[in-house]
């Protein structure tokens, strides 16, 4: 009797469900649609969504939608990890981006007195997998509320560093800032811990290459639109990365033109050339890494982690396309914010 390498099923399993992605043909005939339910039509009908969304009505609210569109991505994310090891560091990391963005959205109602809408979106899918009781944080009021139900959670020392000010206000970017730290400060030593060099030095550059594109997005960013002091600029890097060890020599620039120039010559710098800055050029960078590693990685943990990559950004298509059509956006337009 043969047994089935767990690896390999990863592998086989994720790339049998990226061949099942949309293609060009799909997306020209979602950007014509006229309505929503339109859209959920043509999903249901034509594409690999139809397993999920037959019972869904057409006249479904986008919010409602979309919730259910990420509780797929997620349950598709899980159905790889069984295969995968108990201790994976990809899948720890992908639950903790989860919860990170939870957080996030969580605590940017609450800032704006808003706090109550969050149970009208909880994702219900995600509630099992984290150690987060996501209805308590729905109730949440203060912040004294919010310290009790993070009490267990690595979150809290990074809550107690930054409390809101007197107004209930949360400093959010630098909030969300640290918690990324964390979390890759967890997945590096995790990764340190795996026995085969040659899976622990691919995946290192993987999550360095990642890395390297936030950094460089977030650099070129608040110099071109924010126009932000360097020091204040190096506070909202990840301390992860290639790029990272360079960044005394391009933060000692003053002009957005000089820092560009400089990000310009770094090796990631020359892989975002073709990017357009005002557009999506981190998603579009990090994309096409993963969709690279689809093809030719035999590393179980890259492939899953790309799996999940590229299928964000096959969601994040249909969420802009259910926008535009919701604002009725020519096709064109649409088209032009998509990544293919």
Same mark, same amino acid.
């Given at each position: 009797m043969s047994v089935v390498n767990p690896s390999s099923a990863v592998i086989a399993k994720a790339k049998s469900k990226y061949g099942k992605r949309l293609t060009l043909k799909d997306y020209n005939a979602l950007i014509k649609c006229e309505s929503i339910g339109e *859209?959920?039509?043509?999903?249901?009908?034509?594409?690999?969504?139809?397993?999920?969304?037959?019972?869904?009505?057409?006249?479904?609210?986008?919010?409602?939608? @979309?919730?259910?569109?990420? =509780?797929?991505?997620?349950?598709?994310?899980?159905?790889?990890?069984?295969?995968?090891?108990?201790?994976?560091?990809?899948? $720890?990391? !992908?639950?903790?981006? $989860? @919860?990170?963005?939870? *957080?996030?959205?969580?605590?940017?109602?609450?800032?704006?007195?808003?706090?109550? @809408?969050?149970?009208?979106?909880?994702?219900?899918?995600?509630?099992?997998?984290?150690?987060?009781?996501?209805?308590?944080?729905? #109730?949440v009021r203060s912040y004294q509320e919010l310290m009790s139900v993070l009490d267990t959670t690595i979150y809290k020392k990074i809550f107690e560093k930054f409390p809101p000010d007197a107004d209930g206000n949360y400093r959010i970017a630098t909030i969300d800032d640290a918690?990324?730290?964390? !979390?890759?400060?967890?997945?590096?030593?995790?990764?340190?811990?795996? #026995?085969?060099?040659? /899976?622990?030095?691919?995946?290192?550059?993987?999550? /360095?290459?990642?890395? /390297?594109?936030?950094?460089?997005?977030?650099?070129?960013?608040?110099?071109?639109?924010?126009?932000?002091?360097?020091?204040? *600029?190096?506070?909202?890097? !990840?301390?992860? =990365?290639?790029?990272?060890?360079?960044?005394?020599?391009?933060?000692?620039?003053?002009?957005?033109?000089?820092v560009r120039d400089a990000l310009a010559q770094t090796p990631i710098g020359r892989k975002a050339r073709r990017y357009d800055i005002d557009g999506e050029m981190l998603i579009q960078g990090r994309f096409e890494v993963c969709r690279h590693e689809m093809y030719f990685s035999s590393n179980p943990e890259i492939v899953l982690l790309a799996y999940y990559i590229v299928s964000n950004t096959e969601l994040r298509n249909i969420i802009t396309i259910i926008e535009g059509v919701r604002y009725s956006m020519e096709p064109d337009k649409i088209k032009e914010m998509l990544i293919f």
């Open positions: *859209i959920v039509q043509y999903l249901r009908s034509y594409t690999y969504y139809q397993g999920f969304l037959g019972k869904v009505s057409n006249d479904i609210h986008r919010g409602n939608l @979309e919730n259910i569109l990420r =509780g797929k991505l997620f349950d598709s994310f899980l159905s790889l990890c069984r295969y995968n090891s108990d201790k994976s560091p990809v899948t $720890t990391y !992908i639950l903790r981006k $989860t @919860e990170d963005k939870e *957080i996030i959205r969580f605590i940017t109602l609450l800032s704006t007195g808003k706090a109550h @809408e969050y149970i009208f979106d909880l994702p219900m899918y995600f509630n099992e997998h984290t150690d987060i009781s996501l209805e308590r944080l729905s #109730k918690i990324d730290t964390a !979390i890759l400060d967890e997945l590096y030593k995790s990764i340190n811990h795996i #026995k085969s060099k040659k /899976d622990k030095t691919q995946l290192l550059a993987l999550f /360095d290459t990642l890395t /390297d594109y936030d950094n460089y997005s977030r650099i070129l960013r608040l110099k071109r639109y924010y126009n932000l002091p360097n020091d204040v *600029i190096r506070e909202h890097l !990840i301390p992860y =990365g290639k790029l990272s060890k360079k960044i005394d020599s391009i933060l000692s620039k003053e002009s957005y033109e000089e």
